[in-house]
């Protein structure tokens, strides 16, 4: 393979085109101009091989999905993405073919997402592929969606549909063989391939029509829960209200068992948010507007803790809190 | 070991506190309000186990080789550090106290550095230790030193002392048993604790006094190539001049084949730049004032590419360009 200096050259350079700050990777950092009147919002995460994503997955797909997680944490935050930073290690064994292949996923992601490269590093590893990106945004001076600020009464919404990803884990694993073809494509492209809600994040943001978000990563009651704790409410959670997609709802008909884990699989990368009950209107609107669906979920109240009911108000047994790899 | 939520709230959340953009590490990205008439810059580094360090390594000290070596990225440009934020992936078999002590290093360090954690993700592996951190800080509007922009006839300024960093890693392996413990030790803690030379790249920058500057990661030749390479100049190090610790200085006493290594050995992180000839007064009362030596070890000319020259002018043949990775 060539040396880091003529891999950088050839593969992330490009990537920094355009972006006058990444000074084309030469220099020893990244310079960047926030826009007059607004704050900076960071955020990092890191994905490593066997933990966060299968040994044998291609890894243009693993570069967007390390963008994508990002640029999730930036929706939740109503932020408008800026640019990036890299960091890649891995192990001899990959040729020069995982490297390029890594690079054109993320020159994808730049044409759908307004992003750039600024910077990064790249170094050996006699280890699983170890990754982390940082993504950098903006949101109006002070301003930006929090966790922590939601009350009681407020409505709890989420965006798209919940439990595809983890089900597209287990497709990936071999399991869900009685699905059909089309069904399991389906679930693995929502696991591999999430859909930062940015658009949403904004106009929340912009319309003033949220009091709190949060994006799922964590896993919806794990996530829900969050919102809650920093908010000092409690949060009740409609288990038959909680969306599905046609796939995620033919699985579960076959297979009542796998409900649960639906809510506690985590990796949705759909926003969750809370609102004041006057918004439902605003927010359909919004929900058509953006051609998302937006489903109100449940509801947050004076006191702590989430609690998940059935149609009959009797609560459901939450086995698993969130997923967690610790 | 407790979950990843208790060991960000108990090990993590103190380093972000006075921090109000971190946000106490509860939300999913941290805001950063750069002061007015300042740019941002943007820095980021992994660093893996069995790589850029020994496993026995204390993770004190991994964490603060870790803060530093973005720290000094940051210096080259002489920027104001801010804040980071850091990935940690570390393996089943560390143990809570492995963690307790990364966080306490970086804690450490945050009482030495103006920055204070803005954020970060926790992972497991099951491979080596794997670590990002990305730095932030601040320059003036448009301003920042860069690599680039050194012109031929300038003189070449490295800081401190050169070569100390490759030997303590030499020392950690077993080798140079020769030295007395004294000397050992010193070259072990430059290896393990460099010292990022922010207070000389701010004073550069806001003097005037560089035309160009890079930290010294790679090796002094091959950093040295970096500025001529990028200000599109040739590069002549005078072998002779440049400046060796006390306990460098014994160590090829005593074996002069280490010579060699000195210069291609990395990280370093001194500062190297570039200044006009007529700057040498005022670089000598900058060393004075920050008790830091700077000494002239080149020149810049029309050309290209790096050369090393003895005493009488012959150039010595450099067998190794830099360190690397690959």
């Known amino acids: 393979m060539r040396g880091e200096f003529e891999l950088i050259r050839k593969y992330f350079a ?25 704050d900076l919002v960071l955020t990092t995460d890191a994905m490593i091989e066997g933990v966060h994503f299968l040994p044998d997955q291609p890894p243009g797909l693993v570069a967007r999905k390390l963008l994508r997680v990002n640029l999730s944490d930036l929706a939740a935050m109503g932020a408008v993405p800026q640019g990036y930073l890299v960091t890649a290690a891995w192990p001899e064994a990959r040729d020069e073919a995982w490297v390029a292949g890594f690079a054109e996923g993320l020159g994808e992601d730049q044409a759908i997402f307004p992003v750039r490269l600024l910077g990064g590093d790249t170094t050996r590893t006699a280890g699983p592929v170890a990754l982390s ?7 109006p001076a002070g301003g930006g969606l929090r966790r922590s600020t939601a009350r009681a009464g407020d409505l709890l919404f989420v965006s798209g549909t919940i439990g595809d990803s983890v089900l597209g ?6 399991e869900l063989t009685a699905l059909d073809d089309d069904d399991r494509a389906a679930l693995v492209v929502r696991h591999r391939l ?22 799922l990563s964590d896993g919806l009651v794990a996530d829900i829960g969050h919102i809650a704790e920093t908010s000092g409410v409690a ?18 008909a076959g297979d009542p ?22 918004q439902g209107e605003a927010i359909a609107a ?17 006191g702590r803790g989430v609690t998940l009911v059935d149609e009959s108000g009797a609560e459901v047994p939450l086995a698993s809190a969130g997923w967690t790899h610790f």
């Open 169 to 174: 884990l287990r497709v990936l694993r071999g």
């Open 286 to 302: 919004l929900a058509e507007r953006l051609a998302l669906p937006i489903t109100r979920i449940g509801a947050l109240e004076a």
């Open 257 to 278: 068992g796998l409900r649960e884990a639906l809510f506690g699989g985590g990796e949705d990368y759909e926003l969750a948010f809370a609102a004041a009950p006057g």
């Open 194 to 215: 999430p859909e930062p809600r940015l658009a949403l994040g904004q106009a929340l943001l912009d319309e003033g029509l949220a009091t709190a978000a949060i994006d």
């Open 14 to 38: 490009p990537l920094a085109s355009g972006e006058a700050g990444a000074l084309g990777l030469t220099d020893d950092a990244a310079l960047l101009s926030p826009p007059a009147g607004r």
């Open 133 to 139: 990106l940082t993504a950098v945004g903006t949101v």
């Open 235 to 252: 949060a009740c959670i409609e288990a038959a209200a909680i969306p599905l997609s046609a796939a995620t709802g033919r699985a579960v």
